[in-house]
Structures are given as C-alpha cells and as structure tokens.
C-alpha cells in the first residue's frame, strides 16, 4: 500500500486556507426568494498517514425542508463510489433515500448492492435493495425518526443528524444509522455542548468517544475517532475533485482491509498451536504508549475480533501452567514500561470486552527494542526445540515474548 500523507498534507492545506469560511459557514440569502442558498463541503477521513475516506456533498434548501447529495469514495477494502441523494423535512429528518454504488470508472460494481432507494415513515422503513441480477424489498419497524442510511463512513450523515439536534434545540440524543436488512438501526448517543461554549460535541461510537469541533449550527468541522476501535481522524475542508482522486486510488495498490486477519501455526512436541489475530498497521502513529497501545489500558493484541490461542495439548506460557483449549490473548502495557501478557478463559468476543474475573493468568513479556520497525503487527510461533519455543509480538520497535514449553 503507498502512503497518501501527500494528499493528506494538501487537503489540510486546503482547510487552513479556508479557515474563516469553515469557521462560520456562509450561507447567503437570495435577493429575490429570501430562501438560503444551497451549500457544499467536504471531508477527508484519514487513519494515520493514509486517506481511507472522501465526501463531498450539497445541501439545498426546499419548500418543504432540504435536499443532501453528496459523493463518497471509499478505499478499503476496494475502491468504490457511492452517490446519494436524501430527501429531508423541516426538521431535517430524513424521508427520501436513493443510493447508487460505483466502480472509479463509473460503472456499476459487478456484484453486491448496486443501489438502494426507499423512504422514512415516523417508525418504519421501506426500500428497494438493488443487485446485479434482482431487486429485493426490506421493510422494516422500529426505525425511529432522524434514522439516517448507512452506506460507510459518511460524516454528512452524522452532520445531517447533529443539525437536527441543534434544530431542535436539544444537546443531547442519538445518531441513529440503518442498514437495510439490519435486525435493527445503530443508536450512537450524541451530545452537544450548548451555544457559545466551545462548540464541541461527542458521539459515543461502541463505548468510546468520537470527539468532534462543531458550528453554532451543528456543522462538523472536525472530528477525532483515536480513542475508539477505528482510529480515523477527520476534517473538513472547502472542496475535493472526487473523481480525480478515485481515478488516483485505483491506480495505486488495493489498500485491502485495514486490519486483515492472519494465522499463526506451529507444531512443539505433542502440541499443534494456534494464533488467530488481526494485523493493524503503524500508518505513521506512534504504538507503545500512543493512541493504539496506550500505557496502563488492556489491549486486545491486535484488532477487531479477540485474538485467539489454541492449543491441543497441556503446556506453559512462562510460569502459567495452560491446560489444553481456547484462550483469548490480551496485553497489557504497564506505566513503568513493562508489559504482561493476559490468558483468558473467555473466548468469541470483539477484541475490546474483556473480562478480569475471566483470567487463567498474567505472565510477563520479555521487552526487546529491533533495529529496524515493523510496519504491521505481526504474531509468531518460534520453536527452539521438540517441545519448547517462543510466542513473539513485533510491532514498531518492540519484540515482546514469553517462553513456551509442552508439558
């Protein structure tokens, strides 16, 4: 994959040079109607050094409440387009959705959801889920008010939903996403600071904080996701050419998932050994004791999904004594910049749950520094003998590893 820090650095740019206008977004008054001018943005969503996301969007205003259409082009795990188009009423919530998905040179995406199109009710949805070969309708209840669609990580959407928020002079609710077929919509609790005090805002994204800078308005100017499980920053800036810069992505290497999952294998002794884990990448972060492995928290040893180990026979990880089964590997860096290595009995979780009265138990992880930095976290199995080995974590400059012995 090839960094986009260029682009990246440019966008900025961009945005800086266009403070003011981001500040206090102009929205001019026609002379002849009185009614507000239609209005247009962008976001530039970035995971470390690289740009995963782009959006540029329109709003316009209507006799009966506004109109959203906006461009967003996604690079992982492949390069795609999504164009939009929401009907929304005076309270900004929305009625109307039709989406189109699109390959770079404008074509229609051989397989998948090639588009969608369908309406809010006050409690219900109802759409048309268009593929290739057949269109299937979904219907479904308990869809509240304001539920926006979701179709990636559109920041117009989460705007769209704070706006109705600060319209509704509330500061406090939900950004409430619906993906159809979904059992049931996503409710992110939100929450605004009140006018004139800072002009910040918070959405809890699965149990930890999106911090966000917003207008008077409830407009996103931008947004901070380091403490979450996805790590994406965003900013908003005054335009992006989104064709030229899907032209650029997919002429450069698939970025692929963000996390992919890996295996690790090896056979010491009677004992056939298993890692299962998700392989983040440095992106340009700082690891140990930045945002993605933070001093003092448990870390789950990778990402998205649990990482987890299986053995087949009885061994030990260090002085722990690991009878023969599945476990959940979790790591724990330690303020006086030693680190453990967590055993736990739980197993099929999302990586972020975890449970201390589940612990087999805690060994420590012998710290070593390499000459040069690993780029994507890497899980190893090393034998160093017929029955003994390591278990070794390289990431960035730092090896970790425990012994491993077959008993």
């Known amino acids: 994959m090839i960094p986009m820090r260029p682009l990246h650095t440019a966008l900025l740019a961009a945005a800086a040079a266009a403070t003011p206008a981001l500040?206090?977004?102009?929205?001019?008054?026609?002379?002849?109607?009185?009614?507000?001018r239609p209005e247009s943005a962008a976001f530039v969503v970035t995971?470390?050094?690289d740009t995963t996301a782009v959006e540029r969007f329109t709003r316009t205003p209507t006799a009966t409440g506004s109109r959203l259409e906006g461009d967003l082009l996604t690079r992982?795990?492949?390069?795609?387009?999504?164009?939009?188009t929401v009907t929304l009423d005076r309270q900004g919530h929305p009625?109307?959705?039709?989406?189109?998905f699109r390959r770079p040179d404008g074509t229609p995406v051989p397989t998948g959801v090639t588009g969608v199109r369908g309406s809010f009710a006050r409690d219900s949805a109802s759409f048309a889920v268009q593929r290739p070969e057949s269109t299937t309708t979904v219907r479904a209840g308990g869809v509240p008010a304001g539920t926006m669609l979701s179709f990636g990580p559109s920041y117009a959407m989460w705007e769209t939903a704070l706006r109705a928020l600060r319209q509704a002079g509330r500061d406090s609710g939900a950004i409430t996403l619906w993906a159809p077929g979904a059992p049931q919509p996503q409710r992110l609790p939100a929450r605004l600071s009140a006018p004139g005090r800072g002009e910040e805002a918070q959405v809890i994204y699965f149990g930890d904080p999106v911090l966000l800078r917003v207008d008077r308005e409830g407009r996103i100017l931008a947004a901070d996701g380091s403490r979450t499980t996805n790590k994406s920053t965003v900013a908003r800036v005054a335009d992006v050419d989104v064709a030229a810069l899907a032209r650029r992505f997919a002429g450069a290497p698939a970025m692929g998932q963000t996390s992919p999952r890996d295996t690790a294998?090896?056979?010491?002794?009677?004992?056939?050994?298993?890692?299962?884990?998700?392989?983040?990448?440095?992106?340009?972060?700082?690891?140990?004791?930045?945002?993605l492995v933070p001093a003092g928290q448990i870390w789950r040893t990778g990402a998205n999904q649990a990482t987890h180990f299986r053995t087949s026979a009885d061994l030990t990880l260090g002085d722990l004594a690991v009878p023969a089964g599945t476990y959940t590997l979790f790591t724990l860096p330690e303020a006086d910049g030693s680190y453990r290595l967590i055993v736990s009995r739980q197993t099929g979780?999302?990586?972020t749950e975890y449970k201390p009265d589940m612990d087999l138990g805690r060994v420590p992880l012998t710290s070593t520094t390499l000459a040069e930095p690993v780029e994507q976290f890497t899980i190893a199995i090393e034998p160093s003998?017929?029955?003994?080995?390591?278990?070794?974590l390289r990431w960035d400059t730092r090896e970790l590893a425990v012994p491993i012995a077959v008993r």
């Open 76 to 84: 992982t795990p492949s390069v795609r387009l999504v164009h939009y």
């Open 349 to 351: 979780q999302w990586g």
């Open 385 to 392: 003998g017929a029955a003994a080995g390591r278990l070794v």
């Open 47 to 49: 995971l470390g050094a």
């Open 265 to 291: 294998r090896a056979t010491l002794g009677a004992a056939q050994l298993l890692v299962d884990y998700g392989r983040p990448s440095r992106r340009g972060r700082t690891v140990w004791g930045g945002t």
């Open 23 to 36: 500040a206090q977004p102009r929205v001019t008054k026609s002379p002849a109607a009185g009614a507000a």
């Open 95 to 100: 009625t109307d959705v039709e989406l189109a």
